[in-house]
């Protein structure tokens, strides 16, 4: 059984289109998190849900907008495309509350390239 | 807020030889300590923490790390590299506040010679 999965694995999109990315995680975890991976491989928390709530929210572009319908799903929606956000994004789960001493699982990433 | 610095994006060594992966934090609380390893087109897993008690830390796949309050680093050893340890690797910080956030450092690529 995945932990965390994620859907799409790749998704290839043109400038302007609207687009999600789904991730579940099946651990009973109380938080979850989006990151994005530039070609440089740096990381970068996006945004972080605990219970449903959003705890962390990074600068980030309002056309992004995480929704989390469940404690088990967090899911990203990202409107008006732009090159630039091509990237990775992964999604992350972790215990407790995320209480900073418990480690994140990750999961396999979507690769979103943006023509 | 914290921070963490991991000196080389890039390292090199030959199979068999010490694998030595620097990381350095900055934070104004006692921090917890991550390393984590990603292989090519995968997400990150965990390799091993720090959280409290013994500062020298065990990981998987033969990898450990030493906490080293006084010189602020969390650096990564693995005594004989192997061809498969070849990945990316990311230190990463936390504190018990900040919502559980982690601040990762910008990853080392290491490769493994025959």
């Known amino acids: 059984d995945t932990a965390v999965s994620q859907t799409p694995k790749y998704l290839v999109t043109q400038m302007g289109n609207d687009k999600s990315i789904k991730c579940e995680q099946n651990l009973g975890h109380d938080t979850m998190y989006w990151y994005k991976q530039d070609s440089k491989k740096f990381l970068k928390i996006m945004f972080s849900?605990?219970?449903?709530?959003?705890?962390i929210n990074e600068t980030v572009p309002n056309r992004f907008s995480p929704k989390s319908p469940d404690k088990a799903h967090l899911n990203l929606h990202i409107n008006s495309l732009e090159l630039g956000d091509s990237a990775v994004y992964f999604c992350?789960?972790?215990?407790?509350?995320?209480?900073?001493?418990?480690?994140?699982?990750f999961g396999p990433g979507t690769r979103l390239t943006v023509l | 807020a914290q921070s963490v610095t991991q000196l080389g994006s890039h390292v090199s060594v030959s199979e068999g030889a010490l694998v030595l992966l620097r990381c350095n934090y900055s934070s104004s609380v006692p921090p917890y300590l991550f390393w984590y390893v990603q292989y090519p087109n995968q997400g990150l897993q965990l390799l091993l923490k720090?959280?409290?008690?013994?500062?020298l830390v065990k990981g998987i796949n033969g990898f450990e790390a030493e906490f080293k309050k006084s010189e602020t680093s969390f650096h990564l050893t693995k005594p004989s590299a192997h061809m498969s340890d070849a990945a990316e690797y990311f230190c990463a910080v936390s504190i018990n506040t900040n919502a559980g956030k982690s601040t990762f450092g910008d990853g080392t690529t290491l490769t493994v010679k025959p």
């Open positions: 849900y605990n219970n449903k709530e959003l705890i």
């Open positions: 720090y959280t409290t008690g013994a500062t």
């Open positions: 992350a789960s972790s215990p407790l509350g995320g209480g900073g001493y418990n480690e994140q699982f």
